[in-house]
């Protein structure tokens, strides 16, 4: 954790590549939410145990911009950089760079809120220490 | 197929819900991809057999909202409505939509591109009748 | 369903692919367990409403067997046969068949039980209606 | 790797998590057949590689017996110990242990061969060293 800039370490699994023999598309969002969930624990909070105390947080809207295509057995780090967006919703910037070189394989911007029991934003105090 | 807006329907399966008890945010991609590849076989373009024939089109950006969540059972319809970026990329707006009550779920906007064998932009003909 | 075997007519997505080009194998326990969630509610039975009501079931053992492979573009069925093990064990034959050759894609043998909230196998007699 | 078992250490990512909040049955196979892979990588062959030069191997049949349930934030082993099973055949037998206790959570025993362009099994040499 450098600058307030959160990183994770992870190599690709080859049943995450698909007939193009790269990364299929979606699998980069479970690189990023498994990078911001490691993230929240490594700031003390589960996002398991969250869910369980009905903390539930959503992403509002996930920006995507893929630079380079991730394959077989590539290592990579995910980035995770909170920013409060307005009173109800925090941002991550997140970056996943090639372990090797650094270059930059993807940019994403997510968003996200927590809702309550009817499905009501509203902000949880207990994500007050991502943003420390 | 009405005024070049194709639509897809397919319903949630349990095995995409995650332990909120709904669809997985990555899923949706998945969803996205399988109505734009449908949309693709409804022009006679198959996306296995341009990717044997060389033609490899890949995702350059996807912005997607989430407005509301998919439950286990939901049916939906997936929306694509291509159109032209700039010379070289072809984009394609996408929404889901609840299909019982039209509600709309997720707006989305994918935008790709071709890439040759030295993975640089090209504009292959066959694409052509995605527009027309 | 004809002689207590239901049956579920489904498609490849081209997600599901893997690099050799076919339906990756674990895939197809995802098709195994939608089939059997289709045959629950055609039992009207809901597979996330027994969860929510506190009856877990869960899958004891899976046998595959993988006879051809499935490919992009490929509809396929799945058939789910239902039958005793035991006392608390509840099995289920099913086969994947081409939808075009009716050829014999995959067998397999699912058992499962139901679980109570200290994980201790019992028989919920919801579950009577599914053998009938 | 002791005693010809080769071991790799994961841990469960919550969207591996289904709406049980365990890890979905079919989510082992990615597990195991990632295990596989990282045994072939640690005798020096690339799946990825293989495939590319047109030795596709196959999974002729999985047998997985589900003793314990993974959850959110669980560290696991996977173990990997290959056996002839026959002239064409290559077998896995394989455990998923809790990395903390050390318990059994799931067994399974995996039976692979080679197929030819044509479909045919057969058996590529460069097998020979995962059974030394």
Redesign the interface.
Known sequence: MIDNVFKCRLAV???E?????VV????Y??YL??AR?EFL?HKRL???DL?RRGI?V?????????LR?L???DAFDVTVEPFKVSTLRLGFKQRILCASSQALMLKALIVTTAVNEKGRPYYPQELDCLLE
């Open positions: 699994r080859d049943y590549c698909d007939m193009q023999g299929n598309n979606s699998v969002q479970n939410e498994h969930h624990k589960g996002f398991a869910t539930i959503v992403v509002v809207s996930a920006e995507l911009n893929y295509s394959r077989s057995g």
